[in-house]
């Protein structure tokens, strides 16, 4: 059972323009999520995290966004550039559990030039 | 710069072999992770280890096993390789008191069976 969900398998965005990855989670005790960035033949990189206790972190060119009610959390990528382009993967946790990441099945990001 | 490094990048076994890939990390970290990526299915947890000697089953662990005699090194053990365990897999290591930090993920090893 999925419990980090990313919908959008894939993602075009001209450079320049704002890219947004969605997220959607299924349980409600995750109080932390994060992003992770990766490139082929690479491992994952951490890139921003927010805890429940916020509904907004901004780190440069990116922010997370976090909908508790809705479950949902989105990263906001403004201005888009090629290099951004990468596979994304939204990642949860809780700290009542084992503290182990849940992660989502991952949004690749094109940007085009 | 800290770094966790996996023995591989590539490897190419045939069905039926036993399988070792090999993970170090050099920051003392407890906890480390295995997982495995394939297209469409995300990151999927195929075991993890709090210390040393100890281990715990993820959300795929048939047809895997793993070591972790030393605290810088976590090996995981496929005994008996089939085309379907081809795949990228990917080993992490994380602090056990700075859980909110993340993983550090090493750079991927993808298994080739044929």
């Known amino acids: 059972d999925q419990q980090v969900k990313q919908n959008s398998p894939s993602l075009s965005v001209q450079e320049g323009r704002i890219s947004i990855l969605n997220c959607d989670y299924t349980?409600?005790?995750?109080?932390?999520f994060l992003w992770y960035k990766k490139y082929p033949a690479e491992g994952p990189t951490f890139l921003i995290s927010i805890s429940s206790i916020k509904d907004k972190n901004e780190d440069g060119r990116f922010t997370v966004f976090l909908n508790k009610s809705a479950k949902h959390l989105s990263l906001h990528i403004v201005p888009s550039q090629p290099g951004d382009s990468a596979v994304y993967f939204c990642?949860?946790?809780?700290?009542?559990?084992?503290?182990?990441?849940?992660f989502g099945t991952g949004t690749r990001l094109t940007v085009i030039p | 710069d800290v770094k966790v490094t996996q023995s591989s990048r590539y490897l190419v076994k045939r069905t039926g072999e036993k399988v070792f890939l090999e993970c170090v990390q050099d920051?003392?970290?407890?906890?480390m992770f295995w997982y495995r990526q394939d297209p469409g299915l995300g990151l999927r947890l195929i075991y993890f280890?709090?210390?040393?000697?100890?281990?715990e089953k993820g959300d795929i662990p048939e047809g895997y096993s793993v070591s972790r005699e030393k605290k810088e090194r976590f090996s995981l053990i496929l005994e008996s390789a089939s085309t379907n365990q081809t795949s990228m897999y990917l080993c992490?290591?994380?602090?056990?008191?700075?859980?909110?930090?993340?993983?550090?993920f090493g750079s991927g090893t993808r298994l080739t069976v044929v």
């Open positions: 990642a949860a946790s809780s700290s009542t559990g084992a503290n182990n990441l849940f």
């Open positions: 920051m003392d970290h407890e906890n």
């Open positions: 349980n409600s005790m995750f109080d932390y």
């Open positions: 992490a290591s994380r602090a056990w008191d700075r859980p909110n930090y993340g993983y550090t």
């Open positions: 280890s709090y210390d040393v000697k100890m281990k």
